[in-house]
């Protein structure tokens, strides 16, 4: 039924169901060239309607899955940074024989502080360390736990080989050895300790600081350094590093000798400035312009006075070196050396 009068002169204006207005008539044909048409040519209002809608619900669905993502990815750190670890670390069993202060263990056991844990002939296990990462043990090792506090987690590893796999902020994990102390800086890598407190640490992924004695080591992944009972910190060399280079390096470590440095010298590559860098840093003041020769060589000094200032032994020269051999800054790793724990 159609409204009478001036309401069913309105009905044209909704849905033309009344008598045709002309003056609404006129506006509608100067306004139809302006109109959305179908593929037949026809404006189709429900349709435009229909696709604004559909456009609106994907906006706001994209906008809840990236609030949802942002909410989740800060609970996650949120939950990460308050989770605490805990005053223990689990041990699994990955092959009899293993004990927890002369006691065998079984499949799982827990590791406290002041405990040592032993691995006999044979005997393998895996320490987890809450969220920071594991650490596998091999056989015939011998290693305590000094510490597990929120921020800080150490151990003592007195002889054997560990594998340590951990994602954690720098100094969050140490381990220490009889002549020097491996800080992780969020990495894997190797460490083993033999009779007499001699060593070796070899870096997988990440960095890795080893200081003790006076010295102090930056290991990048790819490369490795021994430890030297009563020296501390060796030399970080390249893993693919020249054999003759390896061998004066190593004796370097132990016993300073100018012909051993002349090996050294004339075996390194551009690519040991690695090696070249860490001689310069702690070599007797007699020698360091040589060093600081073949260094600059190999890596050219970032500024004209920077091989002066690094033989007289300034220290923002030397980092300042290192920043340029592309290894990472210097003021990252220094910052987090401060105070660097000692063995």
């Not at 670390?89 to 827990?110: F, K, M, N, Q, Y």
Request: glycine residues 10%; charged residues 25%; contains cysteine.
């Amino acid at each position: 039924m159609k409204r009478g009068g001036a309401g069913e002169r309105d009905d044209y204006l909704w849905d033309r169901s009344g008598p045709v207005d002309l003056e609404l008539e006129r506006i509608e044909r100067k306004l139809r060239p302006l109109a959305w048409k179908d593929s037949a040519g026809e404006p189709d209002w429900r349709r435009v309607t229909a696709r604004r809608l559909a456009r609106g619900r994907r906006r706001r669905t994209a906008l809840l899955l990236a609030a949802s993502v942002a909410l989740f990815a800060i609970g996650v750190a949120s939950w990460l940074a308050i989770r605490p670890l805990g005053a223990s670390w689990s041990v699994e069993s990955l092959s009899p024989g293993a004990t927890i202060d002369g006691r065998p263990i079984a499949a799982h056991a827990e590791l406290r502080r002041g405990q040592t844990l032993a691995t006999g002939n044979g005997a393998r296990v895996r320490l987890g360390i809450g969220w920071l990462g594991t650490v596998e043990v091999d056989p015939g090792a011998e290693l305590a736990m000094v510490r597990a506090s929120a921020k800080e987690h150490r151990l003592r590893l007195e002889r054997g080989t560990l594998q340590a796999r951990i994602a954690a902020p720098p100094r969050w994990f140490a381990v220490d050895t009889p002549a020097a102390a491996a800080i992780d800086m969020g990495c894997s890598y190797t460490l083993t300790v033999e009779a007499g407190g001699e060593g070796r640490l070899a870096v997988d992924t990440g960095w890795v600081a080893l200081v003790g004695q006076g010295r102090e080591s930056y290991l990048p992944h790819g490369s490795h350094a021994r430890i030297v009972a009563g020296h501390g910190p060796g030399t970080p060399i390249w893993d693919d590093a020249p054999l003759a280079l390896d061998e004066s390096v190593a004796t370097l470590d132990g016993a300073w000798r100018a012909e051993l440095l002349d090996a050294a010298l004339a075996a390194a590559r551009p690519r040991d400035a690695l090696t070249l860098w860490h001689l310069l840093a702690r070599a007797p003041a007699a020698d360091r312009a040589r060093i600081a020769e073949r260094l600059a060589a190999a890596a050219p000094p970032p500024a004209a006075d920077t091989v002066a200032r690094a033989v007289a032994g300034d220290r923002a020269a030397l980092d300042a070196w290192w920043e340029s051999l592309g290894l990472g800054g210097a003021e990252w790793w220094r910052n987090w050396r401060q105070p660097l724990p000692e063995s």
